[in-house]
């Protein structure tokens, strides 16, 4: 009888404190945005680390088996800590330094692709003026049209010009303020991989003890559930995570072979930039192919017009033929659902929905099937079965009837 008590009071005042929340930020919308803002500021770095950690944990995974393999061949014991560090450790440094490799061979080619545009625009707007002159006088009909056009366009740019003189102290604060958030971001990240690399060396005794919690804090059936739903988005984001690399690499190596074969400049660059944001879904192919484009046509502009298209080739070809015998049916959800749920993930939670939308759709998609749905067929089969049964009965009436 204690027990049950202290389970019921404990009930009561988890919904006293879930009331009085609700009431906070019904009564002081404003106070609770800040205070969210602060609590979100301070948990940061801690959501980098989990995330930086849970990412990282794939390449652990990988390179725990191998010293475990290595080991065994060599017979000696598998010592699990003092590989786990080194693991770790190889992780983030393959992690780094494929992040510094990205980084440091595309920015400088987007400076020089810049700097060249800058300084051929001139000449090219020269000759895009005199192709334009030398149409109206071709087409006297069309001259007029061309002219008003011209003039529009001339008005926009004015309006344009005018703008950004009188928005440049804006224009100024806003870019000082994007540069201070991007320093926060890195500082964060920085913080983050720290928490990471504590979290990795430490994640099974992790695991058990937020086990251990939820056997405390929850119901003998609401605790199965919990860590089903916990194994079930392990599993997904995990899948996820791990075939989006490999179609990310798939379509990376595609392309460049695609550029050596045609001559393309720019190959390794544009491979890594390809590789990188093919994992973004959706965004991240259309970001990654402008990109590209525009540093071929910085050299080329045919050739950049040839890349679009061979490139489109290359990741319809790993998105319809390669990608569904990679995932399977782990991630089996219909297209359209799929869809929606990176427009509105992205609408609503930026980057981080456009990556994390998918799984998260995915694991609800799976409760639905798997629990709900059999028990919705389950209450249908037994309506059906007890209409059957209650236009069976009048039936059976008339016949004892007319045997009697």
């Keep these: 009888m204690k027990i049950e008590n202290k389970k019921k009071v404990f009930e009561y005042l988890?919904?006293?404190?879930?009331?009085?929340?609700?009431?906070f930020i019904a009564t002081n919308t404003d106070e609770a945005k800040k205070l969210v803002g602060y609590v979100m500021t301070v948990l940061r770095p801690f959501i980098y680390g989990f995330v930086i950690a849970f990412i990282l944990n794939l390449l652990v995974k990988q390179f725990d088996n191998t010293f475990k393999k290595l080991s065994e061949k060599k017979g000696k014991p598998y010592d699990k800590k003092q590989h786990r560090v080194l693991s770790i450790i190889l992780s983030i440094l393959v992690f780094l330094l494929f992040a510094g490799l990205t980084i440091g061979m595309i920015i400088p080619n987007l400076k020089n692709t810049a700097v060249s545009l800058y300084n051929e625009a001139p000449e090219l707007w020269d000759k895009f003026v005199d192709f334009v002159d030398k149409f109206k006088v071709k087409q006297p009909k069309l001259a007029p049209y061309i002219t008003s056009a011209e003039n529009s366009i001339d008005s926009y740019v004015q309006k344009l010009i005018e703008t950004v003189k009188g928005n440049l102290?804006?224009?100024?604060?806003?870019?000082?303020?994007?540069?201070?958030?991007?320093?926060?971001?890195?500082?964060?990240?920085?913080?983050?991989?720290?928490?990471?690399?504590?979290?990795?060396?430490?994640?099974?005794?992790?695991?058990?003890?937020?086990?251990?919690?939820?056997?405390?804090?929850?119901?003998?059936?609401?605790?199965?559930?919990?860590?089903?739903?916990?194994?079930?988005?392990?599993?997904?984001?995990?899948?996820?995570?791990?075939?989006?690399?490999?179609q990310a690499v798939i379509t990376g190596t595609g392309t460049f072979l695609v550029m050596l074969v045609t001559g393309m400049p720019y190959k390794v660059s544009i491979a890594l930039l390809i590789t990188v944001t093919q994992l973004i879904p959706i965004i991240g192919a259309i970001l990654g192919t402008a990109v590209s484009a525009l540093l071929i046509a910085a050299v080329s502009p045919i050739k950049a017009i040839i890349f679009v298209c061979l490139s489109i080739l290359v990741q319809q070809i790993v998105e319809k033929l390669i990608n569904p015998h990679l995932m399977g049916k782990e991630l089996d959800m219909p297209g359209v659902l799929t869809f929606l749920a990176i427009v509105i993930g992205g609408k609503q939670f930026g980057l981080v929905g456009l990556i994390c939308s998918v799984p998260v759709v995915s694991i609800c998609y799976d409760l639905y099937t798997q629990d709900i749905r059999p028990k919705l067929y389950e209450g249908i089969a037994e309506l059906k079965t007890d209409k059957k049964e209650e236009e069976e009965k009048p039936k059976e009436r008339k016949l004892k009837k007319k045997n009697k």
């Design 169 to 246: 102290s804006n224009i100024v604060s806003t870019a000082l303020s994007k540069v201070k958030g991007a320093t926060n971001v890195l500082l964060n990240f920085a913080l983050g991989l720290i928490i990471a690399f504590a979290v990795l060396v430490i994640k099974e005794e992790l695991v058990k003890e937020f086990d251990i919690i939820l056997k405390k804090l929850l119901s003998e059936k609401v605790y199965k559930k919990t860590s089903y739903i916990l194994k079930l988005a392990n599993n997904k984001f995990q899948i996820y995570f791990k075939y989006n690399v490999i």
């Design 14 to 23: 988890g919904f006293l404190v879930a009331f009085g929340v609700v009431m």
